[in-house]
């Protein structure tokens, strides 16, 4: 065997960040996975001799390409469209769509990559993709957002397909822009195929698939309090964010006895000491969601909430905290806030959301720290359900697709406790998780060989 595959960590990660300049999210993402790994394959021959981990680093494919539109003032806008290939191993290339003007080819490597192992982890047979464009749909009309996405599907269809690589949402793509983008798609092919994910009940979509990143984040948290003997019931929690995953995750919280003091955008955050209800939570989905509007409107509009610009949450006390908004939003100050403050338990809804510094200061203090590959995979295992129903032509109950949520998030859990047990009080979730997920796609790569 080649022995001079063993190449120690730094010499491993020196070579990532030589083969990608100007990636640094993407090199991060790979940093917080090999650090994990490199203990776990230090006795396996095969892993290094058949540099698996250095195949994952490396996408199956990055497509990139322009995307033109028309907006209502008859002005042609140009825009970079991409869609990362990463690893098909155990299945087709699944991961979400995301339409931000932060969207480049770091974020997107490293979002496929971290959603390789996610996707192992849910049991499901999910390859890791991810995709998008630099497109901002803020301030936008819908017409525009809809030409936008059929242009951008004219080009993404001949790279994806049920059995290839199927696309859901992410941030800034919702419901309303995946029936677009399906729309289009069916159109040019003319085959109605499982092909997108989140779509709308009427046309192929699952129950439960808008709630399930949050409900699942929340459940993976309930799992985490349980191995110290403790529920939600009477807990305060921190949010961030204030879309799909944030909402959803508060919706939960409350459903399980929690309090949710905050929600943030990117213009700041509200702080509600009277605690988030559910009707407080409706008025915010359909404000950010229908309204587009800002997270400050809500200090205006509930007595006693209070809105600070341009400042994320986390100096707010707590027993949990749940970053649900997006990549490198909670960094080594905020996690030595959070830890001092009393916070017992985090549980990320989006991804990648504590840097390196961040993630380093939870797993010192030793609290219940899941990394969003284990937390916010509710949301994609949902997706691969609805494939399922797809390919049956067939919808499922509501109550058995709750079931299986709830069961899918407690076997990552398990996952993670048998590789991720430090000591008989500790568990390293990022380990955990990590290793688990590593384990079932390099068994996969394993068994085909050098390809
Ligand atoms: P949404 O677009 O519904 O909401 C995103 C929220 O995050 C908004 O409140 C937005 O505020 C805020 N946000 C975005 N960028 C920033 C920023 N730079 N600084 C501060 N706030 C910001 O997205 P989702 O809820 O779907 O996704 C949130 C996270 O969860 C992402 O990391 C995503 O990858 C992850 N995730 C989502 C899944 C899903 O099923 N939707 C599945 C798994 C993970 P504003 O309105 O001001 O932009």
Redesign the pocket.
Known sequence: MAVSDHVDLPTFLEGVKKRNPGQPEFVQAVQEVAEDIYDFIKDKEDYHSEQILRRIAEPDRVVSFRVCWEDDNGNVRVQRGYRVQNNNAIGPYKG?I?F?P?VNESVLKF?AFEQTFKNALTGLPMGGGKGGSNFNPKGKSVREIMRFCQSFMTELYRHIGADVDVPA????V?GREIGFMFGQYKRITNQFTGVLTGKGLEYGGSLIRPE??GYGAVYFLANMLRTKGQDLVGKTAVIS??????THAAEKIVQLGGKVLTF????GFIHDPDGITQEKIDWVKEH?TKRRGRIQDYAEQFKGATFTEGKTPWGVPCDAALP????N?LNGEDAKTLVANGCKAVSE???M?TDLAGVHVFKDARILYAP?KAA?AG??AVSGLEMSQNSERRSWKEAELQQLLLDIMEGIHTSCLTYGQVDKDHVDYVKGANIAGFKKVADAMLAYGVV
Do not use: M
């Not at 949402?169 to 800034?172: M, Q, R, Y």
């Not at 964010?241 to 944030?246: D, L, T």
């Not at 943030?264 to 213009?267: A, H, L, Q, R, V």
């Open positions: 979400g995301r931000h932060s979002l949402g992410d941030i800034g919702g399930a990143t964010g204030s879309g799909n995953v944030a943030s955008d990117s213009g950010k649900c908004a997006t990549q939003e809804g989006a991804n959301p969003g916010n949301g994609v």
